[in-house]
């Protein structure tokens, strides 16, 4: 059940009657969730909410966020940010120091940091994210393996085994599944490679440098597997189609953020009580890695219910939600202690320190700013392209140079 409103009587008497759009998730169970939430905040201090599920690849949800600031729109609120867009956003956004700084201390303070833009804090922390390592401890068993992969080479041969025993009662049995869609998920699961294998984050330091020989190298590897160990199809998923091949049983790895392990763990999964979590594999020269994901809330400056949409932020983003979510869709908190509380580490194991202290990646949004887009879509386009058969050595080059076009453009 959702936790009820801490405040609810001081906003109910100020902003009762008012009316709020909060645009939100609409990957795995996130709508279901923000449903759940916005009607206790309702019930609770009389102010209306409509939530209105973003489109679920990020970038599109960007594109869509960026058309309405720029048409200086009233219709949305509050609106659920990516941990890669605060400074692209910041000219269109609420600082919401003056009314949530004591509440921004109690979650973790690189994001809080990543959320303020020029000493403006234009959005509130929500939820966290990292890639992490889903794979069926049955099979693992089944095929004589006692530990998940180590490197990618391996989770490529053990997949391979696994997948060629499957297949024979199960045609859509797949080894291993992850983002491969030309979107922005994309270019979390690459940089993961990539940096697994010492290649780099794209862009480091301000200098282009994705073109090198061990990022070749890990993508060529990838691009080799499409089709043995992964669907062909691979090359269209995003979340929700790995979440559903391996909650199916068609699958023995798979990539993804950690509110899959609340579904597969749930009623409707056949996996449940079949699978474990743990690091992502690294390549030959470097160590395991995961993305920094993770979203933020946000409110816009062309609302004309401003104070009531901050109100629905602080709830939100308050330490009983995140618990409630941490637990009922296993999402990563983002509040400290919420993170560290015994029942919220009980359902989600991938906070455990072995698996949460992994070194985190970053996406170059920092150099980016409001190009962060544009180049992210030159990296997932160009991966995708090697993904679906063209060498490496055939589009670094030209990622390389647009990224570098782009960098000089600002
Ligand atoms: C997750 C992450 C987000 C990322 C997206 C890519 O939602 O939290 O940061 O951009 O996946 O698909």
């Known amino acids: 059940m959702p936790p009820r409103v801490p405040n609810r009587a001081a906003i109910k008497a100020k902003y009762h009657g008012q009316k709020i759009t909060f645009v939100g998730d609409s990957v795995g169970n996130g709508h279901v969730r923000d449903l759940a939430l916005a009607k206790r905040f309702t019930k609770d201090t009389g102010i209306k909410v409509t939530v209105v599920p973003h489109p679920a690849a990020s970038d599109q949800s960007y594109a869509q966020l960026a058309r309405a600031f720029s048409s200086k729109s009233s219709s949305i609120d509050v609106a659920m940010i990516d941990v890669v867009w605060p400074g692209a956003f910041a000219p269109y956004l609420v600082n919401l120091k003056p009314k949530l700084a004591k509440q921004a201390k109690l979650h973790l303070a690189s994001i809080v940091a990543n959320d303020t833009i020029g000493g403006k804090l234009v959005a509130m922390p929500w939820f966290g994210d ?59 699961d690459a940089l993961e490679w990539i940096a697994s294998a010492g290649g780099g984050h794209y862009i480091d330091g301000g200098k282009v440098t994705i073109d090198n020989a061990k990022a070749r190298t890990i993508l060529d590897a990838f691009r080799t597997q499409i089709g043995k160990i992964t669907p062909q199809g691979v090359t269209t998923y995003q979340e929700d189609q790995t979440e559903h091949a391996f909650d199916n049983g068609d699958a023995a790895f798979a990539r993804n953020w950690p509110y899959q392990y609340g579904i597969g763990a749930g009623a409707g999964s056949k996996v449940a009580g079949k699978f474990g979590v743990t690091v992502l594999p690294h390549g030959a020269a470097g160590g395991s890695v995961g993305t920094v994901g993770g979203w933020q809330l946000a409110v816009s400056k062309f609302s004309k219910h401003k104070n009531a949409a901050i109100e629905f932020v602080r709830y939100m983003t308050s330490p009983g939600v995140e618990k409630f979510d941490a637990i009922s869709n296993s999402n990563v908190p983002t509040i400290v202690s919420v993170a560290k509380n015994k029942a919220v580490v009980k359902t989600n194991p991938y906070l455990k320190p072995a698996i949460a202290s992994v070194p985190r990646v970053t996406r170059p949004a920092k150099f980016l700013g409001t190009h962060y887009n544009e180049a992210s879509k030159v990296i997932y386009q160009g991966v995708n392209q090697i993904l679906t058969g063209t060498p490496a050595s055939r589009v670094l080059p030209q990622i390389k140079s647009r990224l570098q076009q782009i960098l000089n453009s600002k």
């Open 130 to 188: 990292y890639g992490i390592l889903y794979y069926r401890t049955d099979l693992l068993k089944k095929y004589g393996y006692t530990a998940p992969p180590k490197t990618w080479t391996q989770l490529f041969q053990m997949a391979k085994k696994i997948q060629d025993g499957e297949k024979k009662s199960n045609s859509n049995f797949a080894g291993f599944v992850f983002q491969g869609n030309a979107y922005e998920g994309l270019t979390c």
